[in-house]
């Protein structure tokens, strides 16, 4: 390796300064910014009924997202949502590159934010660095601290909203100001507070380019036709400077006055006219810097732009094309499996366990007895009512106390039930039987569980297997 590469390759990050630009991108990412957070900081508080409307209760184990509330057993359904996230996230890409990454990831929404208190105590680029350039100074002292007291408390509150989605957030705030919370409530806000400055505020760029998994395998879903941030390069090249009094219109150079802009607003430090790169983010800060450029020089905006590889050849863009069309119809095939899974869910679940202490025995009046161990599970918002049926050998009876089967909404109980049928209805040792358990105010809401019932083999089957063999 030779010294310039090893240097290179060792060498020290030097930290970036995105210098301050104006434009449509960038109120565009304001409004994605206010976008985000508003949704982040204002759903902990919505009530949906008398809860949150979003509550993740771990300890009780549910998830109330609105009016349907999941369990355990539903973890399919919020499996299939982040199936279909993922999948949106793929046709995104597919469409228009990393505008999830420059507009709505909380990597870059945090940074922003620390950006802006970064320049209101420590002022824009050129006051950083020169801030930077003088040591350790009173004065960067004061700045610094000041800037990272009021990113902790943009921390702690962005923490606590996070936490407010696991508990209410109205019970949260009071609990935690008389120190009455739950220990992993204030580990969880501990460890939310320290994450942020330090992936937001001192990593910044490079987690989006060394940590970030998506910048990696993001190709894998681009083409020709995916809408990127380019240089055009036919027009702006070569670069060249535009002395004082010169037109525009006359040069002999191409449109790039390589003024540099373009990479002084960058997040992460590039150069643009390099062509397509992982660290890009595409928040078109750039395009931004480069369009003001070209509006002074007299010269049409557009020398970078949101553009596709083909157009910048001169071909036609496709928008309706395999990968768009695969990532589009699995989404639609997910989310109306989906919408018709919750439409026809039952909000009842029922376990069904033999009590295996005792194969069976015979009851008083010569019935053979089973008895089973029942799990009932009521995951509707009202009480309910159930009613115990069973299908079998001729004869079979399932023996219970009704109020048992009375449910408060969320309650889950464990009860005994007994079945028994005559000796003679039992053709085999083993035999099958079906509890269907039904709501008595909603018969619709109704589940079947499948069980064996053991006995002895009646006299009349074993003389007909005899007569038979003979």
Not at 26 to 50: E, F, K, Q, S
Request: aromatic share 8%; hydrophobic share 45%.
């Amino acid at each position: 390796m030779s010294d310039d590469a090893e240097r290179g390759f060792f060498s020290r990050h030097v930290r970036v300064h995105p210098k301050i630009v104006h434009g449509r991108f960038a109120n565009l990412r304001i409004g994605a910014l206010v976008a985000t957070l508003g949704v982040l900081y204002g759903l902990p508080w919505l009530t949906w009924g008398d809860r949150p409307a979003i509550w993740l209760d771990l300890p009780r184990r549910k998830f109330h997202l609105f009016g349907l509330v999941l369990w355990p057993q539903d973890l399919i359904y919020l499996t299939a949502l982040l199936i279909i996230a993922a999948l949106f996230l793929f046709l995104v890409t597919a469409l228009a590159g990393r505008v999830w990454c420059g507009y709505a990831c909380p990597q870059t929404v945090f940074t922003q934010i620390l950006v802006w208190i970064e320049r209101l105590f420590e002022g824009d680029r050129a006051k950083q660095l020169r801030l930077e350039r003088g040591g350790w100074t009173v004065e960067r002292v004061v700045r610094q601290s000041s800037k990272g007291i009021v990113g902790i408390v943009f921390s702690v509150a962005t923490a606590v909203s996070v936490v407010g989605y696991f508990v209410p957030v109205r019970e949260l705030l009071p609990r935690l100001l008389a120190g009455t919370a739950a220990p992993a409530s204030y580990l969880a806000i501990l460890a939310i507070s320290g994450a942020i400055p330090l992936f937001a505020g001192r990593m910044r760029e490079q987690v989006c380019i060394y940590m970030c998994p998506y910048a990696r395998f993001q190709s894998a879903m681009f083409d020709r036709d995916t809408l990127i941030i380019s240089y055009d390069e036919k027009r702006g090249e070569p670069r060249g400077p535009l002395t004082r009094g010169e037109d525009g219109a006359a040069r002999t150079f191409g449109a790039c006055v390589d003024c540099s802009l373009c990479v002084q607003v960058c997040p992460t430090g590039i150069d643009i006219r390099d062509g397509l790169q992982y660290q890009c983010i595409a928040c078109a800060s750039c395009i931004d810097a480069c369009d003001q450029v070209m509006d002074r020089v007299g010269a049409p905006r557009g020398l970078v732009r949101y553009t596709t590889l083909d157009a910048l050849e001169g071909r036609k863009t496709r928008i309706a094309r395999p990968r768009v069309l695969v990532y589009g119809g699995m989404i639609a095939l997910l989310v109306a499996a989906l919408s018709y899974a919750v439409a026809h869910r039952i909000p009842l679940e029922l376990d069904v366990l033999r009590d295996r202490s005792a194969t069976y025995r015979e009851v008083g009046d010569g019935r053979i007895e089973n008895v089973y161990r029942l799990r009932v599970l009521n995951m509707d918002q009202v009480a309910h009512s159930y009613e115990l049926d069973i299908d079998g050998p001729e004869g079979i009876e399932v023996v219970y106390r009704p109020g048992d089967l009375r449910l408060g909404p969320g309650e889950i109980r464990d009860l005994a039930v007994r079945v028994r049928v005559r000796p003679e209805a039992l053709h085999e040792r083993s035999s099958k039987i079906e509890l269907e358990l039904r709501s008595i105010e909603e018969p619709q809401i109704a589940v079947e569980e499948e069980s064996r019932f053991l006995g002895p083999k009646s006299r009349s089957a074993e003389g007909s297997a005899g007569g038979s063999s003979s």
